[in-house]
């Protein structure tokens, strides 16, 4: 489970239809949620934080949430969190290499 997101520098980059290997997995990875019935999207999403309280430098990392087909979704049980990028531009690089890989039903490949 995880904290509410940074919604001040969150970015919601796409919905993705969810495959069935990668359901798959997130049924197994989330044994707590009442219903999974009503997801069947991937919210693929850009999450900055402070590095520092109160300083303008964030880090960044890609975030892969359950969705409802109107863009509603799961903050607590992401699929996928990546590590932190330095580089907003690194970053913005790998949410493409994620939003492909979901496309093609292999999130399970790095979501572990």
């Known amino acids: 489970m ?3 997101p940074n919604f001040g520098e ?3 980059k ?3 239809p969810i495959k069935n290997d990668d359901l798959l997995i997130f049924l197994e990875k989330v044994t707590d949620i009442d ?3 009503h997801f069947s999207h991937w919210l693929i999403a850009l999450e900055g934080k402070e590095m520092n309280l109160g300083e303008d430098f964030y880090h960044w990392q890609i975030v892969v949430f359950p969705a ?3 863009g ?3 903050y607590k049980y992401p699929l996928y969190v990546s590590s932190f990028f330095l580089s907003i531009d690194e970053a ?3 949410i493409t290499e994620v939003e492909k ?3 093609d039903g292999q999130l399970f490949t790095i979501a572990g």
Do not use: H, Q, T, W
Request: aromatic share 16%.
């Open 14 to 16: 796409s919905l993705v």
């Open 101 to 103: 890989i979901a496309k």
């Open 72 to 74: 509603g979704f799961d």
């Open 35 to 37: 219903s999974c019935d």
């Open 92 to 94: 913005l690089e790998y």
């Open 10 to 12: 969150f970015y919601p």
């Open 68 to 70: 409802e087909l109107n």
């Open 2 to 4: 995880r904290d509410m």
